[in-house]
């Protein structure tokens, strides 16, 4: 299995910008959702959300389950861009990390933190599927 990125630095400077970016995104997004999310345990803590008697109660649960489902999945993909991130350094970026082949430039520069080659992720989707 191939270890070393088939890509150019002028490319991997390309991709590092665009997860950087997208990673400073997701780190405002999740310090809003943050700052939500605490303020529905404070609703919840006041004594006036009361989830049995309190008519606002059931919204403020499923809000929270919203947000908090919300956050979760931004946690997940800012995991996902740390890890592109490490690959850039450790100069195994571009490549899928199943199987080592190249992922390709279009994919990437659709899905800069794809780990998986397009062979790969299809396979993998039809596991989940199957
Ligand atoms: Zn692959």
Known sequence: MRTQTTLSPAD??????????ERRDLDIALGRITHTLDDVIEARNNGTADDEHDPEGPTLTMEWSRISGVHSEFEAK?????????RISDGSYGLCVRRGEPIGLAR?????AAELCIDCARDAEARLRA
């Open 78 to 86: 800012a995991a996902t861009i740390d890890r592109a991130l490490a």
């Open 12 to 21: 991997l400077r390309h991709f590092e910008n665009l997860l950087l970016e």
């Open 108 to 112: 990437l520069e659709a899905r800069p």
